[in-house]
């Protein structure tokens, strides 16, 4: 009977023994890929990931290892694959502060791929659900929304609804504040040609907006006054009414590109200087 | 006695089995890395496959796994490095000859159709395929297509028939348009190339401006107005000009747009009768 049981229990120990040695291997694994990921290598660490889930039996990892293969997907701007990937996570939450970070975690991503319309719905959704404790935060996502969406009036609007959010209300104000008005540029340009060029800063090609219609005016009145009218009809029709066009979609264009300019100056500078949450 | 006999066993066993299970979860294992890259080559992650790939073939020589390794680059749409993978394969007859059916697959995309031509004249007849896609090879833009339609059409089975005559019919007889010739006409008549070429609309509007144009300045020369005729006039070859010149571009445009068009029609073609292995290969089954 002593016997017996001796035998029994060594059987058991030697099997837990194997047990415990594969889970090593696995916790091992998981050490490894996350130290690629510490390191910046990506895509390597991607790899490891997907190693571990591959050899995870048990799903023990399932979570962790595809909210990492999510993570290093957006750090590789991979956004399709990273929303692939939280979304995995997202269903094999342990908990529900999980599930949440896994949910602000998509949230970011659709910003990130200005997929805002997406962005903006999981926001509502999630706001709604008061289990989740996100409502004092929704205004937060929704201003970084609003800041990948070049709205940044409305995003000062959302950060000027907490006192911990003044840092970024203040640099969406100024940034509006900086941008140039598209519709004034192409309104000057149409009642005063070359003055939406001025507007923008771009002086030299005003003037040469000026000089064109001036001629082309100054030579389809002139015609007209001599009652050429066909001339003058023809000279206003293809010389007059393409510069005259092309200086408002010039003056349009130099607009957006100075706001363009704006914005990324402000974005960039929210990337490399501002400590708080960003997506 | 029995009994210890049985605990010796048993403790052999286990550690049998405890050593097992060490190897099974050393995950980079020789065995345990081409499990990984089968699982992400038939999940069409073809760059982390080849690197699995590559790392099991320092370990152990296999030649699957080196077609493998061409197959993911020929999925990757890389063709010069699956070629260069494969070529040293083609004899091999693993995978029911994959290499050899993976190279010529890879020679199409490469549009390497000369090299096609001599795999062909190797294997062709042992391999229907190969002689197929190296008749279609034919049919491609800048190639030399066998002006004795039977000839050509020996490769190709009843059913296929219809389309592939359809196919031939359009090679050998491409609707190309002259850019010499689109060009004299709009010389001639302006706009009138570029109704040669196709585009009806902007060759009647071409003509209109430049007759009209020069309608303007001769009127003004005719009123003495110097300033205004010259103007007119400038601007009327400017338009002559670039009606010539737009004519013969049109010409050339539209030409590669017949060899376009013809190319995807044949290549999607290609890719629904699938000649060749599939997406998913039968391992992934």
Redesign the interface.
Known sequence: MK??T??LL??IV??G???T??QD??AR?YEYACLLMQKGNYYDA??EF???L??DMRNKYKFVANSRLGECYKQGAKYADAVFYLNVALQNSPGNKERLIMKKEIIKVNILRRSFDNALQQIYELEKDTTSGFAEEADYWRGWTYIFEDDWEKAAECFSKKQDWQELKKICVETDKHKYSVTMAKLLSVFLPGSGQFYTGNYMSGIMSVGWNFLWGY?SVN?LI?N?V??GL??AN??LLRFYLGNVQNAEKFAENRNLEITNKALNYLQNNFNGEKP | MK?YC??LL??AA??V??QD??Q????HSPS?IR??AD??FCKH?YL?SV??YENYLKMVNSDTVKIKIGYSYLYMEKSKEAGLKLKPEIDNPVLEHAALKGYCRSLFMDENYCELKNVNDKYGLTFPAVAKLNAFAGLMPDMELSKDKTDFMKNFGNDEYGSISGFYEKASNPRYASPLKAALLSAVIPGAGKIYAGQTSDGIISAA?TG?FAF?AY??FH?S?KF?AW??TG?GSFFYSSTVYGSAAQAVIHNAEVDYKFTIELKSFLAGVNYFMGKDPEFCK
Request: net charge negative; no cysteine.
């Open positions: 016997k017996d001796a035998i060594l059987f030697l099997l023994k194997a047990e040695r594969a291997e696995l694994q991607v790899t997907k190693r571990l591959f050899f030579i015609s001599e050429r066909f001339d023809m000279t293809f010389l | 009994s049985f605990l048993l403790i286990s550690i089995h405890g299970t060490v099974y979860n050393i995950f345990n499990l990984f699982d992400l992650d982390r690197d699995e401006i009209l303007l009127d003004n009123a107005h205004r103007l007119f601007i």
